[in-house]
């Protein structure tokens, strides 16, 4: 089990840009894939973006595609998630997650084992 701590969110006007980290504790960092997920009020979690163990394979819901970006440093336990051209749309309170993986390369959609407290990112004039 892996603790995670996210930090970066905030207010930020239309278009803007923000960057989120997750940082990560207790576990092998190295050995998780790694995914971002949010949750907008009345509305359901939904994927945003995943990235594998190695950090070579990623992937993005296509409302984020090309606007945001998922990195990660596993020689600082943390990963990242690049946020430009923001809307209000992508007003939601944002979750990394980690999920044991065997593959170094494979990313996952769904099945995370363990999840951070979130932090909210607010988009609006």
């Known amino acids: 089990q892996v603790q995670l701590v996210e930090s970066g969110g905030g207010l930020v006007q239309p278009g803007g840009s923000l960057r989120l980290s997750c940082t990560a504790s207790?576990?092998?960092?190295?050995?998780?894939?790694m995914g971002w997920f949010r949750q907008a009020p009345g509305k359901e979690r939904e994927f945003t973006a995943a990235?594998?163990?190695?950090?070579?394979?990623?992937n993005y819901a296509d409302s984020v595609k090309g606007r945001f970006t998922i990195s990660r440093d596993n020689a600082k336990n943390t990963m990242y998630l690049q946020m430009s051209s923001l809307k209000p749309e992508d007003t939601a309170n944002y979750y990394c997650?980690?999920?044991?993986?065997?593959?170094?390369?494979?990313?996952?959609?769904?099945?995370?084992?363990?999840w951070g407290q979130g932090t909210q990112v607010t988009v609006s004039s």
């Open positions: 207790g576990g092998t960092f190295s050995r998780y894939a």
């Open positions: 990235i594998s163990r190695n950090g070579g394979s990623t």
């Open positions: 997650a980690a999920k044991t993986s065997l593959l170094s390369g494979a990313i996952y959609f769904y099945g995370y084992d363990d």
